[in-house]
């Protein structure tokens, strides 16, 4: 079941009444109720998997919490030297540590069986058919439970959060079990931390009509970005890519630029919809996406796009690796007898790499995602070790840095390095890859962009125009809202032009979505990972 569903509309708007008929206190009571039910709706089979996460991550932070508040009591005694104290501060995280490495390794053994098994069936059956054994196992008889990743994550940045003495632990697992299973961000996130959204998810949820009417005006926003945009735009790339020997040069440029707007319109358009959805309950998702493609370079880029995965990454996997003692080693190594370029390379080398690498095989498997994470570590090295070099370049140069027309420039070049790392995985295996980045390269055929060509993929002319004029909206909407707030503009406004815009809104979903009979809406791309 996902958003953009029937079904789904009405099982929402089910737990809405329900939620502010309860009385208050009660109110997390229904929320946790509801996202189980939808959980199961989406397949019962999943629950036994989210169970285990949760009891055993709930049970390591209640061992851990305890055992780090016997510490911290035992440290009250009198008469004790500082010495003393930190060796009770020792043996405690000594004891903390092989809990939360136990179950941490359980966990991630679980999300890696689940989501990479279906990779190696093929020799798993070689050997199993040479040890004599009858039958074959198939990639669909493996299970991935909905959001696994999303949820391990979340799960295990809240064990290592309390193994690090960053937050209490939660001596409610029914609480806890919210925090992970909340239905509005199990889809696809976005990877919550549970400082934040379980601490918001104790608040009073009390009724408020502006929160409730912003809610639905960002589930309405998904819904266009989901429907009427990045549905239509991935008839026409799946078109290119599956036909992809009859396409050339152009078509390839067109279909990879416009991807860059089919996967931010799809991705971002289920964040709409998930902070929408949890916005009418009175709870606040933390932001994922903050105008990436007005970012200047590529590591911005990746602090605005999918906010909350880099910043997982970056807390417990970046962090980790750069304070290690093998990065520690480098440094000292390479601070005073290399130059300090190549000393900084030197010490970022590895952590980078390392969170890349990770990042692109949490993506997906294969040599596609390693090409994908080696892409960025590259650029991200390149960039932090030269990027100076390359400023001081500009201005020697003469070019104005501080103008629009540079700005521009950045904007244009950032966009096309995340199209870049695109075609590493849309089209489909590397050996695609390289024949549409040769084509794109060698075949110079600008008449595909006049003689209809174009309209060969599967998008009509009147459907790429629409489309065209929606890219553009959205453009608009996007730099106004760098100024300011569309909403509370909105809800400035007298009360009939306000509501015709929320019908607009509503109608031009109605109208221009693409469905109809025949038609089964795409899941969201991110809902595979």
């Not at 933390?286 to 970012?295: A, G, I, K, T, Y």
């Not at 070049?413 to 075609?423: C, E, P, Q, S, V």
């Not at 390269?441 to 459907?463: C, I, K, R």
Request: proline share 3%; charged share 20%; aromatic share 16%.
């Amino acid at each position: 079941m996902t958003f953009i569903q029937v079904k789904f509309l009405i099982f929402l708007i089910a737990v809405f009444f329900t939620f502010y008929i309860c009385p208050v206190k009660h109110r997390w009571i229904v929320l946790l109720c509801s996202s189980i039910v939808f959980y199961a709706i989406a397949g019962i089979r999943y629950l036994p998997f989210i169970f285990v996460t949760s009891f055993t991550v709930y049970l390591a932070g209640r061992k851990m919490g305890r055992i780090y508040d016997e510490q911290e009591e035992a440290a009250k005694a009198d008469g004790l030297s500082r010495k003393e104290k930190k060796e009770l501060k020792d043996q405690a995280k000594a004891r903390c540590r092989s809990t939360m490495i136990w179950v941490l390794v359980l966990n991630l053994a679980i999300l890696i069986l689940c989501k990479y098994l279906k990779f190696f069936v093929e020799p798993i059956n070689a050997l199993w058919q040479r040890a004599g054994g009858s039958g074959e196992f198939t990639a669909a008889s493996i299970i991935v439970p909905l959001g696994i990743s999303y949820y391990t994550f979340s799960a295990l940045g809240y064990l290592l959060d309390i193994y690090w003495r960053r937050i209490s632990w939660e001596k409610s697992y029914p609480r806890f079990l919210l925090y992970l299973i909340y239905f509005p961000h199990i889809l696809q996130g976005p990877i919550e931390r549970y400082g934040r959204l379980g601490q918001r998810l104790k608040e009073e949820l009390r009724f408020d009509y502006q929160r409730v009417t912003f809610g639905i005006q960002l589930i309405v926003w998904g819904f266009m970005k989901k429907l009427i945009l990045a549905d239509r735009l991935d008839v026409f790339i799946s078109g290119v890519y599956k036909n992809y020997e009859r396409a050339e040069g152009l078509i390839f440029v067109v279909a990879a630029l416009l991807d860059v707007v089919y996967i931010y319109a799809d991705f971002s358009g289920c964040m709409d919809m998930a902070r929408g959805i949890s916005q009418i309950f009175g709870v606040e998702l933390d932001l994922n996406f903050d105008h990436p493609f007005s970012s200047k370079d590529i590591a911005e880029f990746w602090r605005r796009w999918h906010i909350t995965l880099g910043e997982w990454f970056k807390d417990y996997v970046y962090y980790p690796v750069s304070t290690s003692k093998l990065v520690k080693k480098i440094s000292k190594k390479t601070r005073n007898n290399w130059p300090p370029r190549l000393s900084r390379l030197a010490m970022n080398a590895l952590p980078v790499t390392v969170t890349w690498i990770l990042t692109g095989l949490w993506h997906g498997t294969g040599k596609t995602y390693l090409a994908w994470g080696v892409y960025y570590a590259v650029l991200l090295l390149i960039s932090s070790t030269f990027g100076e070099d390359l400023h001081q370049l500009a201005v020697k140069c003469k070019i104005r840095t501080e103008t629009m027309s540079w700005s521009l420039f950045q904007m244009a070049r950032t966009t096309l390095i995340f199209a870049g790392g695109r075609l590493l995985t849309r089209p489909g295996g590397l050996r695609k890859t390289l024949h549409i980045g040769k084509s794109i390269l060698t075949d110079f055929n600008p008449w595909v962009l006049t003689d209809g060509t174009l309209y060969s993929f599967g998008l009509e002319q009147d459907a790429m125009l629409l489309s065209a004029v929606f890219i553009a909206v959205f453009g608009v909407v996007g730099w106004y809202q760098k100024k300011a707030s569309i909403r509370e503009t909105i809800a400035a406004q007298n009360l009939v032009f306000r509501w015709s815009i929320y019908l607009a809104g509503v109608l031009a979903v109605m109208i221009f979505g693409i469905y109809g009979p025949g038609y089964s809406a795409a899941s969201f791309v991110y809902m595979a990972y």
